[in-house]
């Protein structure tokens, strides 16, 4: 891989997993022209696609600790 794409991967997947911006603005912000493309690429050079990785980073509710505090009312 080289250089330049390593490093617009890197810093998709900062902003990815640290800010709310649209999967459009970040492959622009990045310097993709197109979405379809560097969604591609994220996905064959990084394993999982960039919604993937979006929403492992997302901080989710705790359901189990959510179903107990329903069950204790």
Not at 52 to 67: Q, V, Y
Request: aromatic share 8%; charged share 20%; with cysteine.
């Amino acid at each position: 891989m080289g250089y330049l794409l390593s490093h617009r991967l890197k810093v998709a997947c900062d902003l990815l997993t640290h800010t709310g911006m649209k999967l459009e603005e970040i492959a622009r912000a990045t310097g993709f022209e197109f979405d379809t493309y560097f969604i591609k690429q994220f996905t064959v050079k990084k394993g999982i696609s960039p919604i993937g990785t979006s929403l492992a980073s997302s901080p989710r509710p705790n359901r189990l600790l959510s179903r107990r505090a329903i069950q204790l009312n």
